[in-house]
């Protein structure tokens, strides 16, 4: 999301560089939200062959990593529009001062 003005002036690199300082951190933030989501999902899982052993750490490794990544494409790709408006409200915030 970029901004044409900010406080009446026009946009610098300075300005550039933080706004996607402020996006990145932003999809960060909802990618981390989003693992938080997907948690219960993991719950119910079989181990990898179907069998119910739970104790490999190596799946649950893998699940999580799993799970971290479909939440990092899903925030990537637009999520459920909290970065989106993390970036607004942060945006707006800044304007004032």
């Known amino acids: ?3 044409a003005q900010i406080a009446n002036r026009p946009v610098t690199s300075a300005d550039q560089q933080k706004q996607a300082k402020l996006a990145d951190a932003a999809e960060q933030f909802e990618a981390m939200m989003m ?3 997907l948690k219960p999902l993991q719950a119910g899982q079989d181990g990898w062959g179907g069998d119910a ?11 999580s990593l799993g799970a971290e990544a479909v939440a990092k494409a899903i925030a990537k790709n637009g999520g459920l529009g909290i970065a989106k408006q993390v970036i607004r ?5 800044s304007q004032r001062t």
Not at 53 to 63: H, P
Not at 89 to 93: N, P
């Open 53 to 63: 052993q739970n104790d490999d750490a190596g799946a649950d490794t893998m699940s």
């Open 1 to 3: 999301m970029r901004i």
């Open 35 to 37: 693992q938080e989501l």
């Open 89 to 93: 409200q942060v945006t707006r915030e």
